[in-house]
């Protein structure tokens, strides 16, 4: 079974950086063998992708949406996937959800087998 649990949500104002970071806990399954990415749902709208990193991290995909201002991110040897949020918008409010695959370089919801609880992320304009 693989736990993932997100953290560093928060209110911020329009232009402000947050830093969100999923821990993962993976009974009998190793961390650096799941790609993981970001995901995020604002109230109303279906969940969208954010990011993804490959396994070893050498890999990463973004979202349109947020390429140039978000980077993505792991440390294998501590079981965790970060997402530094930089320039934020009030268009980034949503819940942020960590997620892991088998599968490498996967956007689709669908194709995530494994999800944390989610994170609140809110900016004011």
């Known amino acids: 079974q693989v736990q993932l649990v997100e953290s560093g949500g928060g209110l911020v104002q329009a232009g402000a950086s947050l830093r969100l970071s999923c821990s993962c806990a993976a009974s009998g399954r190793t961390f650096s063998n799941y790609a993981m990415g970001w995901f995020r749902q604002a109230s109303g709208k279906e969940r969208e992708f954010v990011a993804t990193?490959?396994?070893?991290?050498?890999?990463?995909y973004y979202a349109d949406s947020v390429k140039g201002r978000f980077t993505i991110s792991r440390d294998n040897a501590k079981n965790t996937v970060d997402l530094q949020m930089n320039s934020l918008k009030p268009e980034d409010t949503a819940v942020y959800y960590c997620?892991?695959?088998?599968?490498?370089?996967?956007?689709?919801?669908?194709?995530?087998?494994?999800w944390g609880q989610g994170t609140q992320v809110t900016v004011s304009s």
């Open positions: 997620a892991g695959t088998r599968l490498i370089g996967r956007t689709k919801v669908n194709e995530y087998d494994y």
């Open positions: 990193i490959s396994r070893g991290g050498i890999s990463t």
